[in-house]
């Protein structure tokens, strides 16, 4: 039987979910940014001694990613290496990367990481009807068979696949490095709606046209509402001359489709 959502997850509002995701996620920062509201900008004086008394302040944290320096590495490093706090540990590793860091141990663990999420992943907990649409009403059936064999809530374990697990991709794109495109590829192969659009975006925001190909296979292989988010993220990438031939490509993918 196939249990219905609960309003802790109503899909009144949630029905279009992953085009909203996708939408929102193409807007997101570009290639080797971090998020604007979680930095502010320049070199502020003092920030590396902060860092070395508060090793796990995200604040100061962020502020040196705003302006990446070798100069920060020894302090970021040493941090990295004394907190175990999530995400700290995360933002501490990307900021080593983008400082130019020559350790290979921050990338190694944020790459670690996201391979735990993808081998763990849920089965997406939305589901499809026979049209390749978002069903409003129920979850995917193979996510609530995963919830009880493992004996969690499929409401709220729904909004964990949502919000919480993707996290580890975004720290993957937020490095730039090129070293993880095979993990997001990976990601990109899963059957997690979610994690199939960040890793659209992280792989269209650090290979850009070069991750054209791959990602518009997956959209192919993808129910229609999934293959239309992931139109919506290849229209940002794609080079101009062919960015205008996707909805004739997908033209079950025009704007107003997925507004409705």
């Not at 001694?49 to 604040?59: M, T, V």
């Not at 590829?185 to 991750?211: C, E, M």
Request: charged share 20%; net charge negative; with cysteine.
């Amino acid at each position: 039987m196939i249990t219905k959502v609960s309003k802790s997850l109503s899909f009144s509002r949630a029905a279009l979910l992953i085009a909203k995701t996708a939408m929102a996620v193409a807007v997101a920062p570009a290639f080797g940014q971090v998020p604007a509201t979680l930095t502010s900008p320049g070199d502020q004086p003092g920030l590396i001694e902060q860092l070395e008394a508060r090793p796990d302040d995200l604040s100061v944290i962020m502020r040196i990613m705003a302006n990446p320096q070798e100069r920060a590495v020894p302090a970021l490093q040493r941090a990295f290496e004394s907190v175990a706090t999530e995400p700290q540990k995360q933002w501490l590793a990307v900021a080593l990367v983008r400082s130019g860091a020559d350790s290979a141990e921050p990338l190694d663990y944020l790459i670690e990481e996201a391979r735990k999420t993808i081998d763990s992943a849920a089965p997406s907990p939305i589901a499809f009807d026979e049209f390749g649409g978002l069903d409003r009403e129920n979850l995917n059936p193979a996510f609530l068979e995963w919830c009880l064999e493992r004996g969690l809530d499929p409401n709220r374990e729904a909004s964990n696949q949502i919000y919480t697990i993707p996290r580890a991709l975004q720290f993957l794109e937020y490095t730039g490095s090129p070293e993880v495109r095979p993990v997001l590829i990976a990601a990109l192969s899963t059957d997690n709606s979610f994690l199939v659009i960040h890793a659209a975006r992280a792989l269209l925001a650090i290979a850009g046209s070069g991750a054209v190909s791959a990602v518009s296979a997956r959209a192919d292989a993808s129910p229609r509402d999934q293959r239309c988010a992931l139109v919506v993220l290849l229209m940002g990438a794609a080079p101009a001359e062919e960015s205008g031939s996707l909805f004739g490509r997908y033209p079950e993918c025009e704007l107003p489709t997925l507004a409705q």
